[in-house]
């Protein structure tokens, strides 16, 4: 099953293994010892990162990284751009209100 980013990015856990993967690739085992959970509930938090493409698996040896695929979470950017630039529309109407709102004080 294919997820979206935005599933990934739905929970804290999951949301602290991106900020964790940013500094480098891990293993299941080194994310788990930053949480108070289980490695069973890391993985499954991985799963869910790789069925949405944020993460992607290496198999080095015996060990198995987890590498943060950056270009996924331009898809997070676009989509809060819409938003930012909603958000600058209606501060500067609230400017312009504001501005008359002084000149009729005067």
């Avoid at 997820?3 to 940013?22: E, G, H, K, W």
């Avoid at 709102?101 to 005067?106: A, I, R, S, T, V």
Wanted: glycine share 2%; hydrophobic share 40%.
């Amino acid at each position: 099953m294919r997820r979206d980013v935005f599933q990934a990015i739905a929970d804290p856990t999951r949301r602290a293994i991106i900020m964790l993967l940013t500094v480098g690739s891990m293993t299941p085992n080194a994310l788990a010892e930053h949480f108070n959970t289980s490695r069973q509930a890391v993985s499954k938090h991985l799963k869910i990162l790789t069925e949405c493409d944020v993460v992607a698996p290496v198999q080095k040896g015996r060990e198995i990284y987890y590498h943060l695929n950056a270009g996924k979470m331009k898809d997070v950017e676009k989509w809060l751009e819409k938003f930012r630039q909603l958000m600058e529309k209606r501060f500067k109407q609230l400017d312009d209100v504001l501005e008359q709102l002084k000149k009729m004080d005067k």
